[in-house]
């Protein structure tokens, strides 16, 4: 058998070339696309933000109007009751910042048309409409920026169910057809980006989530006079892939993925109950250890997850969402080595026992163990030699065996490494295996004896 064709090196996140289609839509080349992505790359985690008007009765956000569960003026009745009162954005970002998110992203104007910003050109802010009487992002952009670790990310729809001079209201209303009034539309589109404008002078955050892109084509939304727009004063500013092929990565949202997303850079944004904003009768939270499973499955494929709070329309943040964030914080500051700055770890069927991801040279392989272990755990194909096996953020090393290694065989033996109850982790137990280069792996179905 040939031994070339049976070791592989593996490559998987720093092999994969950034997105050529994107790269030839905007004219920048992948070396600059690839250093724009750098920090978000590294990033891992993020925390996402939902806060609008909806959180007064606990509404879904937008939806509950434009599926028609709720009037709309109910629905912008609530306008009265956001008050925003013990709203603190030092405390959200302190909460934010030790949870181990190195970015954040909060909701400026979603669906609904409400803004959050003191906008000069929309009619609904909260500052104009709103009992809250003040500009809400100014603060939170503030606090944020005082941060070395934390970048800044901004969510904003493109669609506005509120402007006579949008197109749609609800699923069953809609108020002209574009193409039988260009007029109309381009008056929307002029607001689009007069707001757009407005965030991007103010705030220049590092980053914008654009979502509602579903409802109009690339062409009609001009994605990409959006995107020059941005880039005009924020020419480092990254963009999701919610504006019709112009995004620089990918956004899964809610199920994380079985298998890694077709883009070299990707996000899974990710509810800690079933709810965006703030919904009292929604109490099926995910424990932390459910919710750090799907992290660092995130970690394993090579992408990042987006984790999302919803605060009460008083500015408070609930209990169980504090929790959930102050348990990251444990164990990222804990397991930091083997968290930011990785990359996609290794196929499934090399280790059984959990997720991987691997350092950038390739020569630290890192398990994450969400099951006590029930024995010692196993790492088949493996044909480097293994130098030294540690538990991450306790330090204690571990014993392993390598068995089955024949000297007339090119089959890795199997590695077994012992990790003892007393250096377990309480949620998610991490080891580092450290090998003599960068992994190679047996991707073959093993052989029979030709010569002994």
């Known amino acids: 058998m040939n031994l070339k064709r049976t070791l592989s090196l593996l490559l998987v996140a720093g092999s994969m070339l950034p997105s050529m289609a994107q790269s030839a839509l905007t004219g920048e080349s992948p070396e ?55 709203y603190n954005p030092k405390e959200w970002v302190d909460l934010i910042e030790q949870s181990g998110a190195r970015y954040t992203v909060i909701t400026t104007k979603h669906h609904d048309g409400m803004a959050l910003w003191d906008t000069k050109v929309g009619l609904h802010s909260a500052k104009k409409t709103c009992a809250a009487k003040r500009d809400l992002i100014a603060p939170f952009v503030e606090e944020v920026k005082k941060r070395d670790n934390l970048h800044l990310g901004l969510y904003y729809s493109l669609l506005d169910w509120s402007r006579d001079d949008y197109p749609n209201k609800t699923k069953t209303e809609q108020r002209y057809n574009i193409k039988e009034d260009p007029a109309r539309w381009q008056s929307f589109c002029k607001f689009n980006f007069a707001q757009l404008d407005e965030l991007n002078t103010q705030f220049k955050p590092d980053l914008y989530w654009f979502d509602g892109d579903w409802e109009q084509t690339a062409e009609d939304w001009n994605s990409k006079g959006i995107i020059d727009l941005l880039r005009g004063k924020n020419p480092n500013c990254i963009v999701n892939s919610r504006i019709q092929g112009y995004g620089d990565y990918a956004t899964p949202e809610q199920g994380v993925p079985v298998v890694r997303p077709d883009a070299t850079y990707w996000e899974l944004c990710y ?79 090399h280790f059984r026992g959990g997720y991987t991801a691997l350092n950038p040279e390739g020569d630290i392989l890192y398990l994450y163990l969400p099951n006590k272990p029930n024995g010692p755990i196993e790492l088949k194909g493996i044909a480097n030699k293994v130098n030294r096996v540690w538990v991450v953020g306790n330090g204690s090393m571990l014993d392993f065996k390598v068995f089955n290694k024949l000297y007339w065989n090119e089959v890795p033996g199997i590695v077994y490494i012992d990790v003892p109850e007393e250096v377990q982790d309480e949620q998610i137990t991490v080891v580092a295996v450290l090998l003599d280069g960068p992994i190679k792996l047996y991707r073959g179905e093993g052989q029979v004896i030709t010569a002994n």
Not at 297 to 310: A, E, T, Y
Request: proline fraction near 4%; include cysteine.
């Open 32 to 86: 600059a696309y690839k250093a724009r992505m750098e920090w978000f790359g590294k990033a891992k985690l993020g925390i996402f933000i939902h806060w609008g008007i909806y959180a007064v009765r606990g509404v879904s956000e937008s939806w509950s109007f434009y599926n028609n569960y709720l009037p709309y003026d109910e629905y912008y009745k609530q306008e009265k009751g956001f008050n925003a009162s013990k």
């Open 271 to 349: 509810t800690m109950n079933d709810s965006w904003g703030w919904q009292p009768t929604d109490k099926n939270f995910k424990s932390p250890q459910q919710l750090l499973r799907s992290f660092v499955d995130c970690i394993s494929m090579g992408g990042n997850m987006l984790l999302d709070f919803g605060p009460k329309a008083d500015g408070t943040i609930p209990k169980e969402e504090v929790e959930i964030l102050k348990e990251f914080g444990r164990w990222t500051k804990k397991h930091a080595e083997a968290i930011y700055d990785t990359r996609a770890g290794i196929p499934g069927e």
